[in-house]
Nanobody, 118 residues
Framework: QVQLVESGGGLVQPGGSLRLSCAVS????????KAWHRQIPGKPREFLAQ???????DYADSVKGRFTISRDNAKSTFYLQMNGLEPEDTAVYYC????????????WGQGTQVTVSA
């Protein structure tokens, strides 16, 4: 059974930082690209960042320079370091594994709430 377990969300003040983790089990971590998305209520799920099998990293313009995606293959875990958080970053954050050769072969985490507020 494939599981993606997210952690690290919570309440943070504007300008603060959080690091989200996505621990993966039940699947060969090394065969999938890794991505982070978020969703604000009433809005479509938004792509934030990805790291491909080759290690290429891409970011959405909205988070470029503030968020950093990374992975630890030995721990089957990947991360999203978020700095300079703003109230507009408040959302449910999701991790995702994807197969570049098969769009249907994708797995999502359960989501973790991030709230940025004074």
């Amino acid at each position: 059974q494939v599981q993606l377990v997210e952690s690290g969300g919570g309440l943070v003040q504007p300008g603060g930082s959080l690091r989200l983790s996505c621990a993966v089990s039940g699947i060969d971590f090394s065969l999938y690209g890794k991505a982070w998305h978020r969703q604000i209520p009433g809005k479509p799920r938004e792509f934030l960042a990805q790291i491909t099998l080759a290690g290429t990293i891409d970011y959405a313009d909205s988070v470029k320079g503030r968020f950093t995606i990374s992975r630890d293959n030995a721990k089957s875990t990947f991360y999203l370091q978020m700095n300079g958080l703003e109230p507009e970053d408040t959302a449910v954050y999701y991790c995702r594994l994807y197969n570049i050769y098969n769009p249907d072969d994708t797995y999502w985490g359960q989501g973790t709430q991030v709230t940025v507020s004074a």
